[in-house]
């Protein structure tokens, strides 16, 4: 994988609940997405934290296993339980797509990355992708860039704004434009 994703910077996004979105940049340390989300992680956000993804595609290009395990000390952990956790990682003998492959659901694959490690399920959540843009945030960018920007816009009679989280597009026409404008 390192070979394909190459070095450079990692952009993390996250959308926060008041509506912004918070964008972190660290340079890349190795070109493998887990060590390198790692690094950002202790890097950026001051969090020590384990991470294991992996996917295991079949010779038929079907997908055997895939998992994604986010490790991060909470409030009150010892040093004594991080090296438990880091011992037990590193005694896995096979990879988590493979332990995922071979698990029958999300609690016997926790099972097996803990071993013997106390742990408990403090929260499940349907994993989902979601983005917070809307038409009406979009206008208040258009609104954010100036007047002048907009009355060029304007005399091209249309607009599209393309949201780069999820790719929806926004399209302004004339109307609307000269609405925005008057805002500014």
Do not use: W
């Not at 956790?85 to 016997?108: H, K, V």
């Not at 609307?176 to 008057?182: F, N, R, T």
């Amino acid at each position: 994988m390192a070979t394909a994703v190459g070095l450079g910077e990692l952009a993390v996004s996250r959308s926060l609940q008041n509506g912004e979105v918070y964008t972190g940049m660290v340079p890349m340390v190795s070109g493998e997405v887990a060590e390198d989300l790692v690094h950002y992680l202790l890097t950026s956000e001051q969090i020590p934290s384990a991470l294991l993804l992996g996917v295991m595609v079949e010779k038929d290009y079907h997908v055997a296993g895939a998992a994604g395990f986010l490790i991060q000390p909470l409030p009150g952990a010892t040093e004594g339980d991080i090296q438990a956790i880091e011992t037990q990682i590193g005694q896995l003998r096979t990879g988590i797509s493979e332990l995922a492959a071979q698990s029958q659901n999300m609690d016997e694959l926790l099972n097996r990355l803990m071993g013997l490690i106390p742990h408990h399920v403090l929260e499940r959540r349907a994993v989902k992708f979601s983005c917070t843009c809307s038409k009406s945030r979009m206008t208040d960018t258009l609104v954010s860039i100036g007047e002048k920007e907009i009355a060029d816009l304007i005399s091209d009679g249309k607009a599209e704004l393309v949201c780069h989280f999820c790719n929806e597009h926004y399209p302004f026409d004339l109307e609307e434009l000269k609405q925005i404008h008057g805002r500014c």
